[in-house]
Structure formats: structure tokens, C-alpha cells
């Protein structure tokens, strides 16, 4: 009888719980879904516990009480949130406010470059983003055999790694060594395009999901080979991730990186840091050959926005960060630079968003739950004030998010990060 009880009272409580609604509404909005190439205008979205349960035409005259509200979203426009695809994640005592600064850009998702242990034990709050966690990186400096591989491989996986980050490797067979573990444990590689493999055969290695910073294209002197190594990505489902903003700083004079939006918002100890770096290259260099560093980057940066056009106009995959871990590289805010810099590659700005909130999802096979905006996905949103297809610049004009299922406004977002500071 007790045992009867206890089933009883455990089946009820279940029950309770599974059944309790946690539904949110955005009423009349316009939405971008991402996953097809159409906007709906003057649409309600119902999400609840998270997942999107409705998509309508907009009802007037709607009573149904909505446990967490009710978000008026006439003359605005509704994405899924965003993704940074080469994040380094900070120090963990700056961990809270390097998510908010995230959170409060509209990035819900950080695939992380530079894994650490400690990045494992994250703990999950309502405020957690997604987390693609990359194990530590490869360098050329590990030699690595191939029972080394399997341990190595064996062990990421089980502690939960999403991926093996390369840097570099130690030489070809080093490379195969990797590949075959990442196949065998099917745990995938990512990261640099190591110079001693080169672009045609990271391609070919099947296990590569995207080459960062658009690696192995400068040691392609021919226009035919880069067409290739493009041809060989698509082919091999290999996204780029042209971190266009990590190379831009590189051109622009100091005072202008120091007024950067967000940069109030960084630890100090960066910040001096940075400073320091820049005095110490002030005293090494003149004014003329600090003019010539900034115009030879600026050619370089150049040659970077000519090999993403090839990309773009070639139909490859392209994922979106700014890498904020160089100088003056700003977490959060940089997201809407780097989208800024994907249009002197002329990306059309649907294609530009596509990068920014779908494709890693895509690449990660995970776009059905994530990335889009449609029935069944579980889908971080951003409602904008207005709308990005017309200018891109209008990412920045965010009302508020949707996280986890809950709405949070700008402000409420920036109160908590101020509080963190
Ligand atoms: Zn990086």
C-alpha cells in the first residue's frame, strides 16, 4: 500500500510537472526563421518551456493568460539569437560578466577555441548559453603516437569535449594519427589550417568541420587553386570562419580601437594589459613605420576580403566571429563589427545573418533544434527594434532576448552586467 502511495504521489507530481506551462507570447511581429528563405509578417509565436509550440497568423483578440507575458511585437523583427564561432572564454572569475556582455549582444551561443579543463564544470543557470566546448589544443610541439591518440581521443570524449581544437601539428603522420582517432571516436577537428598539411588535404580529411581565420588560402598563389580548395570544403561540408575583425585592428590608430563600443565593459587588468603591448610598440617604432605596419595590414586585410568574396560567390560555408581575443577585440559587441565587416566582402546581409544565427547549427546537425525559428525548435531569439535585411547595422538595435524561454529586455541585461562590474 505504502509503495502504492509512493508510485501514486510520484506520478502525480511528474505529472504536474511535465504539465505546467510556461508559455510566452510575441504578438504581431516580423519574422526572419532563418531556415527558409522568407519573412512573416504580423505573426504570433507561442514558445513554451522553451520550445516554440505556435506559429500564426497574429490574433486580435487573444485572452489566454501566458505565464511569463505577454511582448508586443509590432514594428519588430524577431531572429534566432546569435552564435560566436571562435569564442576563448575568459578566466572564470570573469566568466559571469563575459556571458552577460554575450547575452546583452544577442550571442546566446559560444563555440569555445581554446578549451580548458575547468570549462567542463560550468555550471547551468537560466543565464547559461550554449556551450560548444573544444578540447585543448594541438600544437606542432606534441609529438603524438597512435596509442597516445586513441588515450587522448578516448578521454576527450568521455569528459564531454564537443571537438579537438588544431593549432598545428608535428608533421603528416601526426595529422593521420589525429584523423583516424577523430574518426574512430567520432569526435570531429577544428581550427587551423596546418601549413605542413595544407588546405586540399585538411579538406579531404573528412573530419575537419571548419578551418578558422580562412587558413591555407595565402599559401595558394594561383586563382585555380583557391577555386579548388573552395570546391574541396564545400564538397568536404567544411565551414569557413573568417574572424575578419581579429586581422582588422591591425589598420586602425590606436585612440579610435580605445573608443570601441563595450570596451567600458572589460576587465581592467585586459585592458592594461593591451596598453601595455601598445606603449611597448610605441617605443620600438617610429610614426612612419607605424603608418607602414597599418597600410601593409590594411593590404592584408584586403587580400582577406578578396579570398571571402571567392568563398561567398563560390557557395561556401561560412560561420561568423570577430575572435575577440586580440587587442581591443571586444566579446559580445564585436559580433554586429565582424557582420559590419562581412559587407565590404559584399554578403548579401540575409546570408550575413544566415552565418551569424544558423550555420553553426547547421553544422553541427543540430538545426532542427536551434537556430531557427520554427515549430519544435528550442530556438534563443533577439526581438529587434528594427530590421537587419535593410541595414545590418540594425543588429545593434536590440529590445530584448528570448533565453531559455524567458524574455529579458536590454536593460535588465545591462543592469546585471553593471552590477557584475
Ligand atoms: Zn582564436
Redesign the pocket.
Known amino acids: 500500500m505504502k509503495r502504492y502511495f509512493t508510485v501514486l504521489i510520484f506520478g502525480l507530481i511528474t505529472t504536474l510537472g511535465i504539465c505546467q506551462e510556461k508559455r510566452l507570447l510575441i504578438e504581431n511581429v516580423t519574422i526572419i526563421p532563418m531556415h527558409i528563405n522568407q519573412v512573416l509578417e504580423n505573426k504570433d509565436v507561442v514558445i513554451n518551456n522553451g520550445i516554440i509550440t505556435e506559429l500564426r497568423e497574429h490574433i486580435e483578440n487573444d485572452t489566454i493568460d501566458y505565464e511569463l507575458g505577454r511582448i508586443d511585437g509590432t514594428g519588430k523583427v524577431l531572429i534566432p539569437s546569435f552564435a560566436d564561432a ?3 572564454l575568459p578566466e572564470r572569475e570573469n566568466l559571469d560578466s563575459y556571458i552577460l556582455i554575450n547575452l546583452l549582444n544577442g550571442v546566446t551561443t559560444l563555440r569555445s ?2 578549451g580548458e579543463s575547468w570549462h567542463l564544470d560550468i555550471e547551468k543557470s537560466e543565464f547559461t548559453p550554449k556551450l560548444v566546448l573544444s578540447a585543448p589544443p594541438i600544437t606542432r610541439r606534441d609529438s603524438i603516437s597512435k596509442s597516445d591518440a586513441e588515450k587522448l581521443f578516448e578521454n576527450y570524449k568521455k569528459q564531454g569535449y564537443d571537438f579537438v581544437k588544431i593549432l598545428s601539428v608535428k608533421d603528416v603522420n601526426t595529422f593521420d594519427i589525429l584523423v583516424a582517432q577523430s574518426k574512430e571516436k567520432s569526435l570531429p577537428l577544428a581550427g587551423h589550417c596546418p601549413s605542413n598539411i595544407g588546405i586540399f588535404n585538411t579538406c579531404q580529411s573528412g573530419v575537419f568541420e571548419s578551418i ?2 580562412l587558413g591555407g588560402f595565402f599559401q595558394l598563389p594561383e586563382k585555380d587553386d583557391i577555386h579548388k580548395a573552395i570546391e574541396l570544403s564545400i564538397y568536404n561540408d567544411v565551414y569557413h570562419c573568417p ?1 575578419l575583425d ?1 586581422y582588422f585592428t591591425g589598420q586602425v590608430v590606436e585612440d579610435t580601437l580605445r573608443n570601441r563600443k563595450g570596451v567600458g565593459f572589460l576587465p581592467k587588468e585586459r585592458i592594461e594589459d593591451w596598453e601595455k603591448k601598445i606603449n611597448s610598440y610605441y617605443f620600438e617604432t617610429t610614426e612612419e613605420q607605424r603608418a607602414l605596419d597599418r597600410s601593409k595590414n590594411k593590404t592584408s586585410f584586403d587580400t582577406r576580403l578578396k579570398n571571402l568574396r571567392y568563398i561567398y560567390h563560390q557557395g561556401g560555408k561560412l560561420l561568423l ?1 570577430p ?1 575577440a ?2 587587442i581591443y577585440g571586444v566579446p559580445g559587441f564585436g559580433i554586429h563589427t565582424e557582420m559590419q565587416h562581412f559587407t565590404m566582402a559584399n554578403i548579401s546581409n540575409y546570408d550575413i545573418l544566415k552565418a551569424a544565427c544558423y550555420n553553426l547549427s547547421k553544422m553541427l546537425n543540430k538545426e532542427n533544434e536551434w537556430g531557427t525559428i520554427k515549430v519544435g525548435a528550442k530556438s534563443d531569439l533577439i526581438l529587434l527594434n528594427a530590421n537587419p535585411l535593410e541595414n545590418i547595422q540594425n543588429t545593434e538595435q536590440i529590445d530584448g532576448i528570448v533565453l531559455n524561454g524567458q524574455f529579458y529586455k536590454k536593460e535588465f541585461l545591462l543592469d546585471k552586467l553593471n552590477e557584475k562590474r
Open positions: 571562435h569564442a576563448h577555441m581554446r578558422e581565420h574572424t581579429w566571429s575572435d581575443s586580440g
